[in-house]
Each structure stands twice: as structure tokens, then as C-alpha cells.
């Protein structure tokens, strides 16, 4: 895929029957219905642009849970990169 792709992540039923997740990239989003959802009244988690959780911000545990099963389940079906770059960038910023 090339170029620049916004995905969403959305789960219902996370802790109780019709609840409603939504994982963006900079937001993390929740209501206690769809409906709600819809109509704004929705609580909401902000990330700073590195993916670190904005000043003040705090996630529940119950919500960390639900967090590291969405990271796990991607985790589990996500191919691996052809190549890690992740030691060249160490590498050259000595870390």
C-alpha cells in the first residue's frame, strides 16, 4: 500500500452488551451505545502525534485490557515486514 492511509479500529461489546470502540490514530473513543455514538455523546481518550497519551490523559485498566487484546489480535494477523529497519535507525541515532 502506498501513501498515506487513516485507519479506524471499531469493536462493540467491549464490557458491556451494544457498547461502542473506536481506535483512530489520534483518539481513542467510547459510548455505551452505537446511538450514542452517533449523537457525539461519547467519551474520549487523546493522543499526542508520537502515540503517547496527551497531558492529563489516563486509560482506565479495564480499557488497557481491551487495548493490549486489539494489539495481540493485529499482532497475530499482520505479516511480518520483509525487512526490519528498526536497528539501522538505532544504529545511526546511537540508541
Do not use: C
Amino acid at each position: 500500500m502506498h501513501g498515506f492511509h487513516n485507519a479506524t479500529i471499531t469493536k462493540e461489546n467491549v464490557f458491556q452488551p451494544g457498547d461502542y470502540l473506536e481506535i483512530a490514530s489520534d483518539q481513542l473513543s467510547y459510548a455505551y451505545s452505537k446511538e450514542e455514538f452517533n449523537d457525539y455523546k461519547r467519551k474520549y481518550i487523546d493522543f499526542d502525534p508520537d502515540g503517547t497519551l496527551s497531558q492529563g490523559q489516563r486509560v482506565p485498566p479495564r480499557l488497557r485490557r481491551v487495548l493490549n487484546a486489539v494489539q495481540a489480535e493485529l499482532k497475530s494477523n499482520s505479516d511480518r515486514p520483509p525487512i526490519n529497519l528498526q536497528w539501522v535507525y538505532n544504529w545511526y541515532f546511537k540508541l
